[in-house]
């Protein structure tokens, strides 16, 4: 029943038809906590859970160590008042009636604020009686992903803090600090660092032990196995070693940790965690397109996603259809700031690229000064490109409505994914193999099967294909995967988004005990809502007299 009630919980956040994880998951506020907390009581019929009469008993004694188990999670246990909890078990025992009470809301609220963490979301009174119900300390780890990224982390977790805890002390963990004293490290150089990242570069395809005088040079087999490190974490993979490559090689841990842990919260949100057996997600940081048929990967691709000036939203959205040979009406962001300043300075550079529509009539951009039109005239001013192959499209586009004016869609400028560094586009997503993406959409859509697609896309006929079911999609920012090797990377960052939900998280530490105090400041509202009400009822009666 537990494992029930969490997943009809999370199944709630599942079905939010579009989220944007650039509003981080905020604190619970303490008017949620009362609402909860006075319904989780009210089902109890307020019979206390951690106190008997003027004492705690052994589940209220225990709860302090379960909570510690927050550090697993990269959270802070002293955000569940760890600290006071255990001075008033030792030392500060309540005084009176009002405090035993307050002291037993204290410890519901703080589990309530831990199991609503670990959640990704604020539970509500059933699945707090549900943790509360028997073993408190596997109830709670139930809430938590159970996958295997989330796992990697942990253990990468782990592994953070064992090196901050040895640098405290005195005893740095092992690890290579790489400087080749140049600002650029290119193959054929040498140094005496060089067995060094031959060994860091054994699970990439490099020779570990190579003998005598070339130890130290930087050779070319050595060069390749860099590369395969920088595709990976998305740098231009040519094998040179600059201050980019050589900042990923020395990471540090409290570096790693911050990442760490912004990517454990990201994966506790609930739309990442019951998604359906068909479905399409793009992994906005990797540039990686997976399609997944019954719960199973089925197509994977690169992307082209947003620069990091146009960034590629996250949201969820469901995909409807696609539209071959698709036209393209230039959307208002690239209208301002790239099309209306190069009229501005050279009209004549838009001549062969699109369609320029002025006072509803299709004009030579070059018969007109632009500088002399207000900016009413000019924000008026409408591009499009016709189907073809000069199509900014391509001959595919994915049909899925949003907000964001964001699609996947065909390139005309394939070149592009020759790079590793793919965040190259204006915010929507190119798609490496769309007429792959598109028989994967259209598969049980007959009669359109790739055969009869390649045709109309031959043809140069513009075709909106419409699908029976729809499809959902999420577009998800993670900089943290596993390669096809298994192992976790951590990769780069290129929106700079770790950080801020790190600081969030923070942040709503110092929330949560700051809310504590208002929630006990209203103990009577929650354990004896009916004797105050009997009290103001009293007051109000009307004597006979």
Known sequence: MKHFLLAACLLLGLLLPSFNVRAQSPAPTDSQAFGVLREFYAMRNYKPVWT????FNDKAKKLPAIMVGALAHGLNPETYGIARMNAVLETEKPDGPTAWKQAELFWTYNVWEYASDLAGQAVDAATLESVLDGDVEDNLAS??????????LQDKLMESDARIAAEAAGTPADQV??????????PGMASKQVPLLRARMVNYGAQENVPGETAEIY???LAQAVGRFQNEYGLKDDGSI???????????AYSDRQQIIANMQRLREPHRRLREDKRIEVSIARYWLTGYENGREAITMPVI?????????????EISGVRLNPTWNVPATIKKEDFIPQLLNDPTKLKYRVKVVHAGQTVDPGSIDWKTLTPRELAQVRFWQPAGDGNAL????????????????DTNHPELFKISMRAQSSGCVRVARPDELTDFILKTTSPWNPQKIKE?????????????TKIPIYLDYMTAWFNDRRQLILGMDVYALDKPRYDVLVKNGLTTQRNAQGILNRVTDILEPELKEAHYQEAITPTAN
């Open 52 to 55: 008997k009469g003027e004492r």
């Open 143 to 152: 809430l938590a992903p159970d996958n295997d990224l989330y796992h990697a």
């Open 177 to 186: 600090k790489f400087d080749f004293k140049r600002t650029l490290f290119k």
């Open 219 to 221: 050779d070319a087999q």
């Open 242 to 252: 600059g201050p980019v490559t050589l900042q990923i090689l020395n990471r540090n």
């Open 305 to 317: 996603v947003g620069k990091p000036g146009r960034q590629t939203i996250s949201f969820r959205t």
């Open 394 to 409: 391509g001959r595919y586009r994915v049909i899925m409505e949003n907000p964001y004016d964001i699609y996947l869609h």
């Open 456 to 468: 109309t896309v031959a043809k140069g006929q513009t075709r909106d294909v419409v699908i029976e």
